[in-house]
């Protein structure tokens, strides 16, 4: 099996999220970057559980500058045989899909994963994107996937429930949560990462459809209002009359 | 010139996301100076609750009456939506920001080379077409526009409040180049509980943490949902853990809510937990601890052992029910 998995950056979870340039542009001092949790997490780990199963290569892709190397080395370490960067500042997620669609047409891969959303952007947009510049069918929010012979079966999340389905191979899979367990990069890993190759090409020419105008922060939230543990029914008396929710 | 909206049903059940979506559609089309709001729903439906869209806003709904449409492919799906769009000249195609929205949103924004927007928390303004939506899970809103001629939004669930008007929609056939033989997901089977809204569409959700100390003790917070018709939800470690289903799992890298009332019981408040919550319109805390941070985020709260608050509680909302 040919597996491709697209990983990208985002903010460390803990994070404080602060703005520059007239709240314009993320501000990026003091802000550490880890892989995307649901690449890492999911896509990454079972594809090369895939992989250790049938046999066959796992090579990511990210779209993204130099400080990008790092984290595809972690991905190298954790298992991915090689790797590919487009380098570029991806500018919105059609620009990424294009670039990821413009690589992974030459290369025919059985497989292609993603996570299911970046947790700084949250566009779960790249996924499908991606399929439909390539023709190929899409399984979004995958919680788990077994494969045999061309034929995958995969649970997938949706609205209060499960939908089980197959589909045979060449697809694209958006991972989350259940696809697979973390897995932390062991010495070997590191070690073995350091000489896997990492291909960087140059991005191909993609318009870029949306555009940031500004950012905000959230109002801060009024101070909490604490209620007596004796006396819930005041709680609720709270919730009907003056919140109005209930 | 049209403004095109995708009809989410369940077996002809037309889903309130969908509702949420016609009247955004509905008010797209009237900042771009009273466009026609066309709906488009496949598969196997009824009539009747297609007309009843245009309470919602919509003045036509387009059917295609096959059951290939019944499960759901999103390659097939998304060529006869882009289809229609181009059939109906859509300069805006609408949908719901879920688990069908998520995967045709994408697709048919390539298809027609259209700027998207996923998870709109406002209606599109200005004569750059501004739409805010939350960003960095919670912790932030951005405003983007689009570039492009045409453009594709989904609408993020209980953003906006339900807005009923009168008037029905004409019901009319559209025919379309995609069929049976189109579609390469073969779908099984479909399980959804019945009994209880889907966490992301929940308007009332009770969640619990580690501190209720194990499964067995969960019973108080489904007697707590149910007596207020709430949805179940919790934090990352209990998923992990196998006390709750994973789906339950709130947060950053978990479902991210935005119900009118959000109940936190024996939670600490991690920052990953607060992003998936913050857009929640009322915040409960109930924690033993005084430190807890997610008091900060709370707009009520109390300071107590779960095990003795909770219980009474149910009790308070039974009376309040009953009265
Ligand atoms: C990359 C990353 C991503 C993450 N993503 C998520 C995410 O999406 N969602 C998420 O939830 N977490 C996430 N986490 C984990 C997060 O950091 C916290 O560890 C987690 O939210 C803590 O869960 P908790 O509040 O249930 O447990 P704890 O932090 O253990 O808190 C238990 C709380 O219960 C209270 N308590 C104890 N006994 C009682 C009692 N009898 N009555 C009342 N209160 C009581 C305690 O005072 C305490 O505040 C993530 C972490 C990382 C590193
Ligand atoms: N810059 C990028 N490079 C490679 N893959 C990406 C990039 N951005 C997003 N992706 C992939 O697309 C998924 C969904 O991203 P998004 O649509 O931005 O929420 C992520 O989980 C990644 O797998």
Known sequence: MKLLVCICKTPDTTAKISFTNDNTQFDTNNVSFIMNPTDE????????????????????ITVGQKDLDQIVRKALAIGADNAVRVNAEPTDAYFVAKQIAAHAQGENYDLI?????????????????????????????????????????????????VEKLTVDTPFVVSAQKGMAEQRIPNMRGIMMARRKPLKVVEPVAAASLISTKVYELPPERKSVKLVDPENPAELVRLLHEEAKVI | MSVLVYVDHIKGTVKKGTYEAVNYAAKVAESLGGKEVIALALGTTNNDSLAALGTYGASKVLTVNDAAFDTFDSRPIAKVIAEAASANAAEVVV????????????????????????????????????????????????DYTINSAIKVLSVNPNSFPLEEGEGTASVEA??????????????????????????????????????????????????????????????????????????????????????????????????????????????????????????????YGIVGDAFEVVPKLIEALKEFKNS
């Open chain 1, 41 to 60: 997490w999911y896509a990454l780990v079972r594809a090369i559980e895939v992989k250790e199963q049938l046999g066959g290569t796992v090579t990511v």
């Open chain 2, 95 to 142: 949908f719901s920001h879920n688990s069908s929205g998520k995967a045709l949103a994408p697709r048919v924004a390539v298809r027609l080379e259209a700027g998207l927007i996923t998870g709109a928390s406002s209606v599109p303004s200005g004569d750059d077409f501004t739409v805010r939506r939350s960003v960095f899970s919670g912790k932030a809103f951005a």
């Open chain 1, 113 to 161: 994963f993603t996570g299911k959303e970046t947790i700084d952007y949250n566009g779960f947009m790249v996924g499908g994107m991606l399929a439909e510049l390539l023709d190929l069918p899409f399984v979004s929010l995958a919680n788990h996937m077994e494969i045999e012979g061309n034929t995958a079966t995969v649970s997938r999340d949706i609205e209060g429930g």
């Open chain 2, 174 to 299: 559209f025919s379309t180049s995609v069929g049976a033989g189109d579609f390469k997901v073969k779908v099984l089977e479909v399980s959804r509980s019945t009994d209880t809204v889907p966490l992301p569409e929940a308007e009332l959700v009770v969640s619990a943490g580690r501190g209720l100390k194990g499964p067995e003790n969960w019973g108080m917070v489904e007697d707590l949902a149910t007596i207020l018709g709430a949805t179940t939800a919790c934090s990352r470690p209990v998923a992990d853990v196998g006390w709750r289903p994973h789906h339950e799992h709130v947060g950053q890298t978990g479902v991210t809510v935005q119900p009118n009332l959000y109940i936190a019981i024996g939670i600490s408040g991690a920052i990953q937990h607060l992003a998936g919550v913050n857009n929640s319109k009322v915040i409960v805390v109930i924690n033993k601890d005084p430190e807890a941070p997610f008091f900060k985020a709370a707009d």
